[in-house]
Structure formats: C-alpha cells, structure tokens
C-alpha cells in the first residue's frame, strides 16, 4: 500500500506560477512511475505528465513547455512546476503512482487560476 499525499495548490492569476508536491509513504519510491492528472469541473480526469524511475518525462500537449514534472527519489517526492498558468488549468491535481498492475491515488490539490 502506497499513500500519497499532495500539496502546493492555491489561487494564482494568469500567467503565474505554482509548484506542486506529491509525498510518497513507499519505501521503494523509487521504483515506481509517477504521474500527475488533473480533473476539471464537469470534465473526465486527464493526464497531465509522467516520470519514470529512470527519470525519462512525457508531458500532454496543453502543458508541454509550461509545466516540468520532477523527482527527489530521496526525499520520496514528486513535484510538477506549473509556469505561465493559464484559466483552463483550474483543476484539481492528483498524483499517481504505479507498480506493475497497482496503481495509488492522492486526494488531490487544488489549482484556481483566475483574476
């Protein structure tokens, strides 16, 4: 069992920045791959990035160039560097984390971009 637990959301405005975290209670962290999502009101949830445990990133096309997702296997913590947040990014953020057939969920942060 892997409990994560994210942090970091708030309200920015337009064109903002905000770094989010995902702590991680596994004792292998670093085996696993991480990803973030997001769900925006009255939308399905989508993917937002991935790190493997090799470090290698893969990034949906509405953030790619804005966002940087990151790990300190040390630290047990992910992290994604949202720059130059747009409105359409409001969303609650989850963190992800998967092993093989297993996969756990956090709770989710918010993210209000707005005026």
Same mark, same amino acid.
């Given at each position: ?35 973030? %999502?997001? =769900? ?5 949830? @989508?993917?937002? *990035? ?5 470090? !290698? ?21 992910? %992290?994604? =560097? ?5 409105? @359409?990014?409001? *969303?609650?953020?989850?963190c992800k984390? !998967?092993?093989?057939?297993?996969d756990y969920w956090g ?9």
């Amino acid at each position: 069992q892997v409990q994560l637990v994210e942090s970091g959301g708030g309200l920015v405005q337009p064109g903002g920045s905000l770094r989010l975290s995902c702590a991680a209670s596994a004792k292998l962290f670093s085996i696993y791959t991480m990803g973030w %999502y997001r =769900q925006a009101p009255g939308k399905q949830r @989508e993917w937002v *990035a991935t790190i493997t445990s090799g470090g !290698s990133t893969n990034y949906a096309n509405s953030v790619k160039g804005r966002f940087t997702i990151s790990r300190d296997n040390a630290k047990n913590t992910m %992290y994604l =560097q949202m720059n130059s947040l747009k409105p @359409e990014d409001t *969303a609650v953020y989850y963190c992800k984390s !998967s092993y093989g057939a297993s996969d756990y969920w956090g709770q989710g942060t918010q993210v209000t971009v707005s005026s």
